[in-house]
């Protein structure tokens, strides 16, 4: 059973940065090859943020959600059997719950990877609040 537990949320001004972690157990990358960063601010559906798979060569695809690309970088310690997503020069629209999630599907640097049905465990969210 894959467990995820995120942390490092908090409050920042607008142009701030912040640095997520998820930390994984029960991970192996030929079962869930795919982790994700998502998000869901009030009111408003939750939206995939950035990705990153795992291929059979132990190399790494990454996706990024048009609103965090450039900003956003997601990469994984799995030494540590921890994903993080350092977020920089944030601004208020970036305020919501994050989350973390892992799926067994082989998506990898594709939009479909971004989307929350793909994903079958998930974490408890973490807060983010950007204040302008």
């Known amino acids: 059973q894959v467990q995820l537990v995120e942390s490092g949320g908090g409050s920042v001004q607008a142009g701030g940065s912040l640095t997520l972690s998820c930390a994984v157990s029960g991970y192996t990358y030929s079962i869930t090859p795919l982790l994700g960063w998502f998000r869901q601010a009030p009111g408003k559906e939750r939206e995939g943020v950035a990705s990153?798979?795992?291929?059979?060569?132990?190399?790494?695809?990454?996706y990024y959600s048009d609103s965090a690309k450039g900003r956003f970088s997601i990469s994984q310690d799995n030494g540590k059997n921890t994903l993080y997503l350092q977020m920089n020069s944030l601004s208020p629209e970036d305020t919501a719950m994050y989350y973390c999630?892992?799926?067994?599907?082989?998506?990898?640097?594709?939009?479909?990877?971004?989307?929350?049905?793909?994903?079958?465990?998930w974490g408890q969210g973490t807060q983010v609040t950007v204040s302008s």
């Open positions: 999630a892992a799926s067994w599907q082989r998506l990898g640097g594709s939009r479909a990877s971004l989307e929350p049905m793909r994903y079958n465990y």
């Open positions: 990153i798979y795992t291929t059979a060569r132990g190399t790494y695809v990454t």
